[in-house]
Protein backbone atom coordinates (compact mmCIF):
# COMPACT_ATOMS: atom_id res chain seq x y z
CA UNK A 1 0.00 0.00 0.00
CA UNK A 2 1.18 3.52 -0.81
CA UNK A 3 0.52 6.56 1.56
CA UNK A 4 0.67 9.82 0.35
CA UNK A 5 1.58 12.71 3.05
CA UNK A 6 1.01 16.17 2.71
CA UNK A 7 2.79 18.85 3.95
CA UNK A 8 3.57 22.42 3.35
CA UNK A 9 0.24 24.57 3.85
CA UNK A 10 -0.64 26.89 5.41
CA UNK A 11 -1.66 30.63 6.07
CA UNK A 12 -0.96 33.23 3.05
CA UNK A 13 -2.07 36.64 2.29
CA UNK A 14 -3.56 37.50 -1.20
CA UNK A 15 -0.59 37.82 -3.69
CA UNK A 16 1.69 35.66 -1.87
CA UNK A 17 3.10 32.24 -2.50
CA UNK A 18 2.93 28.52 -0.53
CA UNK A 19 4.54 25.65 -2.12
CA UNK A 20 2.82 22.12 -0.99
CA UNK A 21 4.65 18.91 -0.83
CA UNK A 22 3.52 15.25 -1.33
CA UNK A 23 5.65 11.97 -0.59
CA UNK A 24 4.49 8.73 -0.88
CA UNK A 25 6.40 5.76 -0.40
CA UNK A 26 7.69 2.58 -2.10
CA UNK A 27 10.18 2.10 -5.27
CA UNK A 28 6.82 2.31 -7.65
CA UNK A 29 6.68 5.84 -6.67
CA UNK A 30 8.25 6.53 -10.32
CA UNK A 31 5.33 4.18 -12.14
CA UNK A 32 2.50 6.74 -10.52
CA UNK A 33 0.06 9.67 -11.98
CA UNK A 34 -0.28 12.10 -9.43
CA UNK A 35 -2.59 14.81 -8.89
CA UNK A 36 -3.42 17.42 -6.47
CA UNK A 37 -7.14 18.04 -5.26
CA UNK A 38 -8.32 20.76 -2.77
CA UNK A 39 -12.06 21.39 -1.20
CA UNK A 40 -13.30 24.25 0.26
CA UNK A 41 -15.52 24.17 3.37
CA UNK A 42 -18.72 23.06 2.21
CA UNK A 43 -18.10 22.56 -1.05
CA UNK A 44 -17.20 19.28 -3.32
CA UNK A 45 -14.19 18.42 -4.02
CA UNK A 46 -12.16 19.54 -7.48
CA UNK A 47 -9.47 18.68 -9.33
CA UNK A 48 -6.61 21.33 -9.03
CA UNK A 49 -3.71 19.71 -11.29
CA UNK A 50 -2.19 16.14 -12.39
CA UNK A 51 1.50 15.30 -13.67
CA UNK A 52 2.07 12.06 -15.41
CA UNK A 53 4.41 9.34 -14.38
CA UNK A 54 7.15 10.90 -16.13
CA UNK A 55 6.68 14.37 -15.51
CA UNK A 56 6.55 15.21 -18.99
CA UNK A 57 2.70 16.11 -19.07
CA UNK A 58 0.77 18.54 -16.54
CA UNK A 59 -2.95 19.79 -16.58
CA UNK A 60 -4.14 22.73 -14.54
CA UNK A 61 -7.54 23.51 -13.68
CA UNK A 62 -8.46 26.64 -15.21
CA UNK A 63 -8.91 28.15 -11.85
CA UNK A 64 -4.71 28.03 -10.95
CA UNK A 65 -3.51 27.90 -14.79
CA UNK A 66 -0.66 30.70 -14.74
CA UNK A 67 -0.84 30.85 -11.11
CA UNK A 68 0.17 26.49 -9.85
CA UNK A 69 2.91 24.71 -11.23
CA UNK A 70 3.18 21.22 -10.46
CA UNK A 71 6.43 19.26 -10.64
CA UNK A 72 7.70 15.91 -9.25
CA UNK A 73 11.16 14.81 -8.48
CA UNK A 74 11.10 10.49 -8.79
CA UNK A 75 14.67 10.10 -7.02
CA UNK A 76 12.48 11.77 -4.07
CA UNK A 77 9.47 10.26 -4.31
CA UNK A 78 7.90 13.76 -4.07
CA UNK A 79 5.12 16.00 -5.75
CA UNK A 80 4.96 19.40 -5.29
CA UNK A 81 2.47 22.38 -6.06
CA UNK A 82 3.85 25.83 -6.13
CA UNK A 83 1.09 28.80 -5.87
CA UNK A 84 1.93 32.04 -6.81
CA UNK A 85 -0.30 34.48 -6.69
CA UNK A 86 -2.92 33.17 -4.28
CA UNK A 87 -6.14 34.48 -3.89
CA UNK A 88 -8.55 34.08 -0.86
CA UNK A 89 -10.70 31.60 -3.05
CA UNK A 90 -7.60 29.21 -3.06
CA UNK A 91 -8.47 28.80 0.57
CA UNK A 92 -9.34 24.93 0.71
CA UNK A 93 -8.17 21.78 2.17
CA UNK A 94 -5.80 20.31 -0.20
CA UNK A 95 -5.24 16.91 -1.44
CA UNK A 96 -2.41 14.61 -2.81
CA UNK A 97 -4.18 11.96 -4.97
CA UNK A 98 -1.97 9.25 -7.01
CA UNK A 99 -3.39 6.66 -9.78
CA UNK A 100 -1.69 3.33 -10.18
CA UNK A 101 -3.39 2.89 -13.63
CA UNK A 102 -1.92 4.73 -16.54
CA UNK A 103 -5.14 3.55 -18.61
CA UNK A 104 -7.54 5.28 -16.81
CA UNK A 105 -8.55 8.97 -15.71
CA UNK A 106 -9.22 10.16 -12.31
CA UNK A 107 -12.60 9.96 -13.02
CA UNK A 108 -15.45 13.18 -12.18
CA UNK A 109 -15.81 15.06 -9.34
CA UNK A 110 -16.80 14.94 -6.47
CA UNK A 111 -15.32 11.24 -5.62
CA UNK A 112 -12.83 11.33 -8.44
CA UNK A 113 -13.17 7.30 -8.79
CA UNK A 114 -10.06 7.16 -10.59
CA UNK A 115 -7.51 7.66 -7.93
CA UNK A 116 -6.29 4.44 -5.87
CA UNK A 117 -4.83 6.42 -3.10
CA UNK A 118 -5.12 9.76 -1.12
CA UNK A 119 -3.12 11.94 1.45
CA UNK A 120 -4.97 13.25 4.86
CA UNK A 121 -4.91 16.75 3.15
CA UNK A 122 -3.18 20.07 4.22
CA UNK A 123 -5.07 23.14 4.87
CA UNK A 124 -4.57 26.24 3.24
CA UNK A 125 -5.52 29.69 3.74
CA UNK A 126 -4.99 33.21 1.56
CA UNK A 127 -6.55 35.93 4.30
CA UNK A 128 -7.34 39.06 1.59
Known amino acids: QVQPVESGGGLAQAGGSLRLSCTASGRTFRSYDMAWFRQALGKERVFVSDINWSGDTTHYADSVKGRFTISRDNAKNTVDLQMNNLKPEDTAVYYC?????????WGSGPTFSGADYWGQGTQVTVSS
Open 97 to 105: ALKTSLYRG
